[in-house]
Nanobody, 119 residues
Framework: QVQLAESGGGLVQSGGSLRLSCVAS????????VGWYRQTPGKERELVAC???????YHADSVKGRFTISRDNDRNTLYLQMNSLKPEDTAMYYC?????????????WGQGTQVTVSS
């Protein structure tokens, strides 16, 4: 069992930056595929970015060039650097992990951290 805890969300003005963090419990983080999803009320959860245990990363077209996913295996931590934020980035952001090599990690989920971008 892996427990995930997100932090770093908040209120920011359009054009601003935030860095989300997700700390994983246990000692298996380095072999997990991990990623960030986001969800707004009434909409389906969407994949924002993910990174495999081998370091391959994927970013959704809507955030490419603005968001960067990274991982620090020594700290059991996943990051999402978000720059040039837009009001449409407002959502609850969730960290997810999977023991399989996948670009859609979904076995374990964190509780989420709210990101609100004001115009």
């Amino acid at each position: 069992q892996v427990q995930l805890a997100e932090s770093g969300g908040g209120l920011v003005q359009s054009g601003g930056s935030l860095r989300l963090s997700c700390v994983a419990s246990g000692n298996t983080f380095s072999i997990l595929s991990v990623g960030w999803y986001r969800q707004t009320p009434g909409k389906e959860r969407e994949l924002v970015a993910c990174i495999t245990s081998g370091g391959q990363s994927y970013h959704a077209d809507s955030v490419k060039g603005r968001f960067t996913i990274s991982r620090d295996n020594d700290r059991n931590t996943l990051y999402l650097q978000m720059n040039s934020l837009k009001p449409e980035d407002t959502a609850m952001y969730y960290c997810a992990a999977d023991p399989l090599p996948t670009t859609v990690p979904s076995d374990y989920w964190g509780q989420g951290t709210q990101v609100t971008v004001s115009s």
